[in-house]
């Protein structure tokens, strides 16, 4: 499935009995739930087909460009929240590194070998309910200086439940993007978390927006949830009108309370994917955490939905080395975006 010689026009005449989805999609309209649940339980005979019906919407809006991210954990273990998949939480005992807030200096250097790699996003993430004054003074810091050094690095912070106020000082400081993921549906929600709520959530992606800064929010697929609780979320990621939207896949972590769960299986990673590019047409798309176990050989087809995947590991998880991503980027034809006039890279280099 090679798409260097493929656009929209040809990838809707492969599109089989999904190309209404995806005509639907290039319009803007939203997608009917029946839609959503055909696609979701379609048959692994028909996937290339729902696979290029998201491919014809990506390459609508991003070609066939990829845009690499880097992950940078600021702040490792010590949260008081009890979410059940994540290795970092109160209730986990996950043999994970544990250590408090890296300096600025730390986390500009950590931007600088993310741009060294063609990263054109770095995101900086800590364990937290919330960050504190003094913790959002800090990363206004360290924002200031990587701004001042990599001008066109695009920057995001993952900082748990976010006031606008400390949202509007974070993009004062020439932060671009707010990270808070929904993680799955209303419903489904208490199933996997307690100390604080999905409306929570909600209410940090909403108010990063209000404040001027981009949104980015996505989910974890395979934690038990069904069909619908992805189709729920996934028309709330619509409505939200996100500008990024990573799609994560369960990785089984010892020592979590969802340790024992299967990992989900790459047709339904899949078919997540392209659930999430027909629901959020014009948004970055992200194949994310988990994407090396749950796909394996398969991952290069998430880019047949995703336009963006992290590389170099994730929070306590290991990931695709850049230069092995850039071999899998290629060989589908795909390209890797580019920074702007390659200032990016020649500042670093």
């Not at 701004?147 to 974070?170: M, N, Q």
């Not at 980015?216 to 028309?235: F, K, R």
């Not at 972590?253 to 027909?278: E, H, K, M, N």
Request: glycine fraction near 8%.
């Amino acid at each position: 499935m090679d798409v260097s010689r493929t656009d929209t026009a040809t990838a809707l005449a492969r599109a089989g009995r999904y190309r209404p989805l995806a005509e639907r999609a290039l319009a803007d309209e939203p997608l009917p739930p029946a839609e959503a649940r055909a696609l979701m339980a379609s048959p692994d005979e028909e996937l290339a087909a729902v696979l290029w019906a998201a491919f014809a919407v990506r390459h609508r809006h991003f070609g066939r460009a990829v845009k690499l991210c880097v992950l940078s954990n600021a702040r490792s273990g010590l949260c008081p929240e009890d979410c059940g998949y994540c290795s970092q939480s109160a209730v986990s005992n996950a043999d994970i590194p544990r250590y408090r807030l890296k300096s600025v200096a730390e986390l500009v250097a950590a931007a600088r070998r993310a741009a060294a790699t063609g990263a054109r996003r770095y995101c900086m993430v800590t364990s937290a309910r919330g960050p504190s004054t003094a913790d959002v003074a800090h990363f206004a810091r360290a924002a200031r200086a990587i701004r001042a050094e990599l001008p066109d690095l695009e920057l995001c912070v993952s900082l748990g439940i976010l006031g606008e106020g400390a949202a509007r000082e974070l993009r004062a400081a020439g932060v671009d993007f707010v990270n808070h993921n929904l993680n799955t549906s209303r419903r489904f929600y208490p199933a996997i978390c307690t100390t604080h709520t999905w409306d929570d959530r909600v209410a940090t992606v909403a108010g990063a927006r209000r404040a001027g800064l981009h949104a980015c929010s996505g989910v974890i697929v395979g934690m038990g949830e069904t069909d619908d609780d992805l189709i729920d979320v996934a028309g709330v990621l619509g409505a939200l009108a996100v500008t990024s939207l990573p799609v994560n896949f369960l990785h089984p972590i010892d020592g979590t309370p969802l340790a024992d769960r299967p990992p989900p299986p790459p047709g339904r990673c899949l078919r997540a994917l392209a659930l999430f590019r027909l629901t959020s047409p014009r948004a970055e798309i992200r194949a994310a955490g988990g994407r090396e176990r749950c796909l394996g050989a398969a991952q290069g087809l998430a880019l047949f939905a995703a336009s963006s995947i992290f590389v170099e590991g994730y929070l306590t998880t290991p990931g695709q080395a850049h230069a092995a991503a850039r071999d899998m980027i290629t060989a589908l034809g795909f390209q890797i975006e580019a920074a702007p006039d390659g200032q990016v890279q020649a500042n670093v280099l």
